[in-house]
DNA sequence: TTAACATATGAACAAAGGCTCATATGAATG
DNA sequence: CATTCATATGAGCCTTTGTTCATATGTTAA
């Protein structure tokens, strides 16, 4: 989370690279390419979100159901409050929603997208150990 | 990256969630559900090498492009140091390849599911910005 | 209202992570 | 071989993060 990068370029320039060793072309492009800071940091956000274990596991038993905390706390073997804690952090990121019932909360998946993330991220990392490649 | 877990539910159950709180079957199904704790961390690594925002502007660019380390300095206006490391954490979570060419050292995304995984996230994140659901 | 219970939250602490600085490695060139 | 340049890496520092413990909030039932 730094993307600072709003220091005078000029003076790095003289630092780090002297001007023959890049290429003027393809930074050029690839520069104009470039998603927006905030845009940047929002998608960061999100997979930081996502990568943590505890909350992998939340979110691979909320793949499977709604549940409450409760059963989170069960299935998870973890704290009552170490699993709200996580939780709110999902919340904040908008990867799972909440629904009130009494004294219960139940959570669940905030949108497919979500899902699809990490299916994606289960496939890759079995592949991985599978084949090699695909 | 925690996960632990492992210590004996028995006690657990009576310090946090008295019987009649959780739905048992739920419980039960979802604990089967669960993905083994090898993969769960697996993944929850990989989210979290992408979950920087230099490495994910690292990642933007090479969206793009193959890029050499120079490049990438020249884009990110980061050290040299900063983006060699965030490199070596990109390598590490087998999110990146690199090649050798002479002094310079090439670096692309690894697999397309990685492409996939960034992609989706700009998706979500810009919807959620844009609409509030799609 | 009081008690019991489900969930949330703040403080504190230990661990992990990212940056900088200095330096090492390794390739090309004189 | 010595120099130069591109990249990598280790140490140190400071910030962030995940957990626990204690407690607050809010809901249901007696």
């Known amino acids: 989370m730094n993307v600072d990068a709003q220091k005078p370029m000029t003076e790095n320039r003289s630092e780090i690279c002297l001007e023959q060793c890049f290429h003027p072309e393809t930074v050029e492009r690839v520069s104009g390419f470039m998603a927006s800071?905030?845009?940047?940091?929002?998608?960061?956000?999100?997979f930081k979100?996502?990568?943590?274990?505890?909350?992998?596991?939340?979110?691979?038993?909320?793949?499977?159901?709604?549940?409450?905390v409760c059963d989170l706390t069960m299935i998870l073997?973890?704290?009552?409050?170490?699993?709200?804690?996580?939780?709110?952090?999902?919340?904040?990121?908008k990867i799972v929603k909440?629904?009130?019932?009494?004294?219960?909360?139940?959570?669940?998946l905030d949108d497919p997208h979500i899902a699809m993330l990490i299916e994606t991220g289960f496939e890759h990392v079995?592949?991985?150990?599978?084949?090699?490649d695909v």
């Open 77 to 93: 073997k973890m704290t009552q409050s170490a699993v709200s804690h996580q939780l709110r952090v999902l919340r904040g990121a």
């Open 37 to 46: 800071r905030e845009d940047l940091l929002a998608v960061a956000e999100l």
């Open 49 to 68: 979100a996502l990568g943590d274990g505890s909350r992998m596991s939340i979110l691979n038993a909320l793949l499977c159901s709604e549940l409450c």
């Open 126 to 132: 079995r592949e991985e150990r599978g084949g090699g």
């Open 98 to 108: 909440s629904r009130k019932e009494g004294k219960n909360v139940y959570y669940s």
